[in-house]
């Protein structure tokens, strides 16, 4: 798990079987750091100034927690909280709702920190981590999370080049310069931008005298410390808070001004004339943090950029005073995911780049593509062996053979292909690898299996019909519909394993691969089912007396009703109902007219266990629900 303690609200992350889900603290995905202690020294956490505006006189409010680290204790004063408790409290919190979320316990911790924070804040940090009930945490600086971060969303930062990190959200706004190592990030420089006031302040100050009259008694009441800030003046600044993200998504917002003075309305033009302060301060700044790292401009690979919300002439003045165009990244969760690129192996790319297990091959491993292949040639040869051929002179006029077989030759190609699939991992990883010829990659062996199985079963299958109109000597666009037809949607499913499966993690990938094994026995039943359909349809005549034949067709019926019924459902229950069920009613309904109806029925039971794979392998890769849509937004920058 890994917290964000840098910003200007937590946020945390938990890395579980190779994925990042964002944990929900009280239902909101962000947590005010704010700390409430109660009259007989409970604790209260997740408490921002607005809400500590209404707790009774004898509840102590702490901003942030994180603050009064590193400070002196003052040992005679009994009202002074201890920081590392308070801290401590505020990691139990999270680690509790996330144990709770990903129904597991929280085994490692990773902590984003400020750069500026030396050994000894750093310290408290673990000792509070060690009353938590946590070992020692990963502590990561806010900046080197930040590159992390950006590397995920696709930066490029060749080895050993520079990149300027401008974390803006939390007072006062830090740039750092990092240059890329082996293992992470080496801080060359770091530097504070420090203001009279923050921006809150400078904001309310501006709106105030543009708003008020000079002899307005608010306008002390803003310029006073915030320490000294009356809740009129506290109320004012969490106002200004929210106007400013609003200003992020729209042109206008409202700032509440104390009755009975009437609301002040600010546009982001206002804001910049507010922070010009910190604006004028970043040329200089810039180049006194790139002299310290002893750098120039050339070396700056990128520059990213963690904006204070609503002042969005901050990108433009860093790209002024750099050169290059920053990276803005706002995520809420962003420090707490590059955090765990940079300690954790378990990240959403690592399912791709871990091992695949060691698979014992089997002689039914090595002998189901052969057979499932035997099966489906079996079929084909015998639609085109067994159909009836009219003819008109030396020309072919009509041919009459059974559709729906062909189109089951043209899905038992396919399941030949997931065979294939399936075995080409387990067979290249079946020895021992060596340096000189190293193990594949889970996400190469299934990407490049899978897609192979979408391509060239597909292209079998259509060979298949062209085979058949070859063959007989007749139009092939119809055999050329059944058997594309039947393997196009197993194609399909081939193709969507082939870019999700990657993402499984590592230890779910055994199970995931016992399940894509074709059951090479429910294709053979249905084959010979459908062999005997089809014989016992060619040996029965209108004068026809043979008595066999019916008896036959009834048990090839049989056969395609058990298939159908073991290849709908994984579970012994559902099969021990529907297998004798269906064996019996296909068996009894069996006529030359409702063959074609029966193999249909068996198609669409293979169609379903295409279905069922890919969404049990959607399921493995995406845990979460919208895990896919916000892994897209993160990369897009939505």
């Not at 209404?54 to 409010?61: E, N, Y």
């Not at 429910?522 to 004068?543: D, E, F, N, Q, S």
């Amino acid at each position: 798990m890994s917290i964000d303690l840098s910003s200007s609200a937590i946020a945390a992350t938990v890395s579980r079987q190779g994925l990042k889900i964002p944990i929900l603290i009280d239902g909101r995905l962000v947590m005010p750091p704010g700390v409430v202690i109660g009259p007989a020294g409970e604790i209260y956490v997740g408490l921002d100034p607005m809400a500590a505006m209404s707790l009774p006189a004898d509840h102590r409010f702490v901003d942030n927690p994180t603050d009064l680290l590193g400070r002196p204790i003052n040992t005679a004063d009994t009202t002074q909280p201890d920081p590392v408790d308070l801290l401590a409290t505020v990691l139990r919190h999270v680690t509790h709702h996330a144990a709770v979320q990903v129904n597991g316990p929280i085994t490692a911790l990773t902590v984003t920190v400020p750069p500026s924070w030396g050994p000894r804040r750093c310290g408290h940090v673990s000792e509070a981590a060690t009353r938590a009930g946590f070992p020692p945490p990963a502590l990561v600086t806010a900046p080197a999370a930040l590159a992390a971060y950006a590397t995920i969303l696709g930066v490029t930062v060749p080895a050993g080049s520079c990149v300027l990190i401008c974390q803006a959200d939390r007072e006062p706004a830090t740039l750092t310069v990092l240059q890329t190592a082996a293992d992470g990030y080496r801080e060359l420089a770091t530097q504070q931008i420090s203001l009279a006031h923050d921006l809150d302040h400078l904001i309310a100050h501006h709106v105030v005298q543009t708003a008020t009259t000079d002899s307005d008694p608010l306008q002390a009441i803003i310029t006073a410390p915030s320490s000294d800030q009356p809740d009129v003046g506290r109320a004012l600044l969490e106002s200004v808070r929210t106007a400013r993200h609003l200003l992020t998504t729209q042109d206008q917002a409202l700032i509440l001004l104390p009755a009975p003075r009437q609301p002040a309305v600010i546009t982001r033009h206002d804001v910049t004339a507010a922070a010009q302060p910190l604006l004028d301060q970043i040329p200089d700044a810039v180049d006194g943090l790139l002299d310290s790292a002893d750098i120039d401009k050339t070396h700056l690979a990128d520059v990213v950029l963690r904006p204070a919300p609503g002042v969005a002439a901050l990108a433009e003045a860093l790209a002024a005073a750099t050169g290059k165009t920053p990276t803005l990244i706002d995520h809420p969760h962003a420090l707490a995911d590059g955090a765990l690129a940079l300690t954790t192996t378990h990240q959403s790319g690592s399912a791709a780049a871990a091992r695949l297990p060691r698979v014992r091959l089997r002689i039914s491993d090595l002998t189901g593509a052969l057979l499932l292949g035997a099966c489906s040639l079996v079929l084909l040869l015998q639609a085109i062996l067994s159909a009836y051929i009219t003819t008109f002179s030396t020309w072919v006029v009509g041919v009459r053979t059974s559709l729906p077989q062909l189109g089951t030759a043209g899905a038992l190609v396919m399941l030949t292909a997931f065979a294939v699939a399936h075995l080409a991992p387990t067979t290249l990883l079946a020895g021992t690898p060596t340096a000189s010829t190293p193990e594949p990659t889970t996400g190469s062996l299934i990407r490049r299996g899978y897609l192979t199985t979408a391509v060239g079963g597909a292209i079998t299958a259509a060979l298949y019909g062209l085979a058949t109109g070859t063959a007989v000597e007749y139009d092939y666009t119809p055999y050329l519909k059944w058997t594309l037809g039947a393997a196009l949607p197993l194609a399909a499913f081939a193709a969507l394993i082939a870019a999700t499966a990657p993402r499984i993690p590592a230890n779910a990938l055994p199970t995931w691969l016992a399940m894509t094994r074709p059951a090479v026995t429910h294709a053979i039943t249905a084959t010979a089912g459908i062999y005997l359909m089809r014989a016992a349809i060619t040996l029965t005549t209108p004068i026809s007396t043979n008595a066999v034949a019916p008896i036959a067709g009834s048990i090839g019926a049989a056969l395609v009703g058990i298939a159908t019924a073991l290849t709908i459902s994984r579970r012994r229950t559902i099969r021990a109902i529907t297998a004798p069920g269906l064996a019996i009613g296909y068996a009894l309904v069996f006529t030359v007219d409702t063959t074609g109806a029966l193999i249909v029925g068996y198609l669409a039971a293979l169609t379903w266990w295409g279905i069922r794979l890919t969404a049990h392998t959607l399921r493995l890769a995406f845990p979460q629900p919208g895990t896919a849509l916000r892994h897209l937004a993160d990369r897009t920058g939505g």
